[in-house]
Nanobody
Framework: QLQASGGGLVQPGGSLRLSCAASGFTFDDYVIGWFRQAPGKESEGVSCISSSGGSTKYVDSVKGRFTISRDNARNTVYLQTNSLKFEDTAVYYC????????????????WGQGTLVTVSS
């Protein structure tokens, strides 16, 4: 089971830390990805982190602004989102899989419910 949290309403330029808490599986065997879906748009792979945390990937639009990290002792992955823009508004989902670190959603087997991030002035 995956539980995403930390979303909310934030002004442009603000920050939020999203969390993805896992239970029911061997967390440190799994790659974790963050995805988002904005209203009227297709889902997009935002970031992912390898099982060890040693490899991370980001979509170009968030590079330098978002940071993914994981705490395997707490079975949690974080997505620190800084310098938020209007276009970051979306429902953010976390997902897990045991393959290679990839932002391709087709690889992911387990999905949590989303957390809504709204960037608005």
């Amino acid at each position: 089971q995956l539980q995403a949290s930390g979303g909310g309403l934030v002004q442009p330029g603000g920050s939020l830390r999203l969390s993805c808490a896992a239970s029911g599986f061997t967390f440190d065997d799994y790659v974790i990805g963050w995805f988002r879906q904005a209203p009227g748009k297709e889902s997009e792979g935002v970031s992912c982190i390898s099982s060890s945390g040693g490899s991370t990937k980001y979509v170009d639009s968030v590079k330098g602004r978002f940071t993914i990290s994981r705490d395997n002792a707490r079975n949690t992955v974080y997505l620190q989102t800084n310098s938020l823009k209007f276009e970051d508004t979306a429902v953010y989902y976390c997902a897990a899989q045991r393959g290679l670190a990839t932002k391709n959603a087709d690889w992911y087997n387990y999905w949590g419910q989303g957390t809504l991030v709204t960037v608005s002035s």
